[in-house]
């Protein structure tokens, strides 16, 4: 086979074969295809697209072009979820225990956050002690012993993505369904969950804009989903404003902490109630509403938090701060944003506030970066709320106070005040089973 013929034949729009996606990923994994041409191929299929059936194809041979996680030793339907990525979504530590309280086993690899947008394990390792790097033996025998276990995804996990995706992010080639589909899939396969949830994010800040589109990738996924056998839902929320009130990694395992003790902003203890029904139903735990039942419960009686507490113990976490999240950001200097005009607050971009607490040094620019784990931002104001001039509209939370005044800057740019009420976007767009 030659990858000249397989880029010929997709720039003229026609599907590629099972045998030639899957010698296309052998050669990206071991490395024997350059990257000029596998470029090539990558933009044609923005501009030509796949079918279903090579995107299927494509994705189970990246799913097992490395370790395939086996979750055969572990009882129960084991539950996963994935969220496209977004602002202020720390919501894997707050279903993650509702779901193993309510007795659906969560084995589960989490990535970390790469510029505006922040990621689990940056959360977890704002907690003093948290290990997200065990050996497969611990992971698995933490599932089976409590049920949950929350770690950075294998270094050797669906390895032919890994050099795709660096590769799209240098030529153009991030922004096509399948490509995304393809990507998030194989690694999601390869982790091993028999049922996973999709959190499809859409808005300003996430990778689809408008709900239309991010249904398309919902389905495409969903679909890859069930080819591969296993149990699929996918709930599509709005990624247009921060979910929650608090940014940054100590903070949000703060706002996390509070859900759990049945505190907490009505945005995320939605969603996150949402897509936890979805996990428990997807783990046979009932009807949608009856797990949503459950769900409330977990939160009520304590046993969610206390399972949060027990996850962190096991992995090496000092649970006690759980107590006093507090303390995972307070050492900060805190700087209030004031509200530059009166009226209503019509417009706050995800992407925006995101840029702003990577700036105050709650992400990274550059993979090699160094988190502070007290850095961030609170929102007192979001989109929807009347402000008056001068009133407080956010905290920044940093130890780098040169960083402030740009921070700040780039808080209000992304801040649209007006002299109406916005009109009211829904949370959750649209479910797909
Ligand atoms: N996340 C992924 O893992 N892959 C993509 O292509 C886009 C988002």
């Given at each position: 086979m030659r990858m000249i013929d397989l880029i010929e034949k997709k720039k003229a729009g026609k599907a590629l074969s099972e045998e030639e996606l899957r010698w296309l990923i052998a050669g990206v994994t071991d490395g024997s295809l350059p990257d000029y041409q596998l470029s090539a191929f990558l933009m044609a299929v923005i501009f030509r697209g796949m079918t279903h059936q090579e995107t299927a194809w494509m994705t189970d041979a990246m799913a097992k072009s490395g370790d395939q996680v086996d979750l055969s030793s572990i009882d129960g339907i084991k539950v996963d979820k994935h969220s496209t990525g977004g602002v202020g979504d720390k919501t894997t530590l707050i279903l993650a225990p509702i779901a193993a309280a309510c007795g659906a086993p969560v084995a589960k690899m989490s990535g970390r956050g790469l510029g505006h947008t922040g990621g689990t394990v940056d959360k977890l390792e704002a907690?003093?002690?948290?290990?997200?790097s065990l050996d497969r033996e611990t992971f698995l025998e933490n599932v089976r012993r409590h049920g949950i276990c929350v770690v950075g995804q294998s270094g050797n996990l669906a390895p032919a993505d890994k050099k795709l995706y660096a590769l799209r992010d240098v030529t153009?080639?991030?922004?096509s369904i399948p490509l995304i589909a393809a990507s998030i899939m194989s690694k999601k396969i390869a982790a091993g969950a028999d049922g996973i949830v999709l959190d499809v994010k859409c808005g300003?800040?996430?990778?689809?804009?408008?709900p239309e589109d991010a249904a398309t990738l919902a389905r495409e996924m969903v679909e890859i989903g069930w080819a591969c056998g296993r149990k699929m839902a996918a709930v599509i929320t709005n990624m247009d404003i921060p979910l929650g009130n608090f940014v940054g990694n100590g903070l949000e395992v703060a706002e996390a902490v509070a859900v759990l003790r049945g505190q907490g902003p009505e945005d995320l203890k939605e969603v996150c109630l949402t897509l936890v029904s979805q996990m428990l139903t997807l783990a046979g735990k009932g009807t949608e509403e009856e797990c949503r039942i459950l769900a409330e419960k977990a939160i009520a009686d304590g046993s969610a938090f206390q399972k949060l507490k027990e996850m962190v113990k096991a992995q090496g976490?000092?649970?006690?701060?759980?107590?006093?999240?507090e303390c995972l950001y307070e050492k900060a200097k805190v700087f209030a944003v004031k509200a530059p005009a009166g009226g209503w607050v019509q417009k706050m971009d995800a992407e925006g506030i995101g840029r702003a607490s990577m700036l105050l040094g709650a992400g990274r620019e550059t993979k090699e970066d160094l988190i502070d784990p007290a850095a961030g931002i609170v929102l007192l104001k979001k989109t929807g709320q009347p402000v008056r001039e001068g009133e407080t509209l956010a905290k920044l939370y940093t130890n780098?106070?040169?960083r402030v005044k740009a921070a700040e800057k780039t808080l209000l740019e992304s801040c649209i005040i007006g002299e109406k009420a916005p009109e009211k976007l829904p949370l959750v767009f649209d479910l797909i089973r």
């Open positions: 907690i003093p002690g948290y290990q997200t153009g080639t991030v922004d300003s800040g996430a990778f689809m804009k408008t976490g000092d649970d006690s701060v759980l107590e006093h999240p780098r106070p040169d």
